[in-house]
């Protein structure tokens, strides 16, 4: 079985994001693995760890060109080989889906893996709208998962708490914090990285265009009022800011 896993790459939580012109600048900026997807990449190897049959596991990445280091970690943990398909669109998870279930029918693969909800987009989407296209089961919000004979097995969160579940592959599985702690690539494996296999494709291969083009986006700032309160007198600490959130912010009726 070949397993491909989608790898994002967004701000690192602790950095701080500049804005320019009511933009975001990402320029400079500490730029990660998506975490959701991070925990698909670990999945991936420790489900080949633990004996499943797995030939391949092959990291996906979509976007421009500073995406490849995301890629590069990806393969450093212990991927195999990779895939980038450069493009400067910002893709939506319904257009992304097109790619993702494409590659994975050239590369044969017989589990998908994608973060449960993308960082950017704040989507839960593509992980459903990839199964549509492909066909196949899909099974959300795992927090367990083993390949056994042709089928997946494990557990996942639902509505009413926890549920374990079985179905035949191939398959979809989107993935979230709970369901494994991903590794840190090491020295040698980053070296190691350098020489495996990247592969470059363009976005015009796969036919797709953005569904959602955003027309416009700014980030709405509020000036700091700079208010100490002096907590000596917790009441009137607590009486205070009530009056503040009430009266200043305006975020209390």
Known sequence: MKILTLVRQVPDAEARVKISAQQVDLEGTTLVIDG???YGVEEALRLRESGAPVEEIVALAVGPKRVEDALRTAL???VDRAIHVETDEKLDPIALSRVVAQIAGQEGAG???VGGQEADWDSQALGAA?????G?????????????EGSLTGRHDVDDGNESFRAALPAVVTTQQGLNEPRYPTLPNI??????ELRKETLDTYGVQPTVRVVNAEIQTRARLNRMIDGKDPQAAAAELLDLLRNEAKVLA
């Open 111 to 113: 589990l998908v893996l």
């Open 130 to 134: 990839t199964a549509e296209r492909l």
């Open 76 to 78: 450093a943990m212990g």
């Open 136 to 148: 196949w089961p899909q099974l959300t919000w795992t927090n367990e998962l083993k390949v056994e």
């Open 191 to 196: 070296m190691k990285a350098k020489k495996k």
């Open 36 to 38: 959701m997807d991070e």
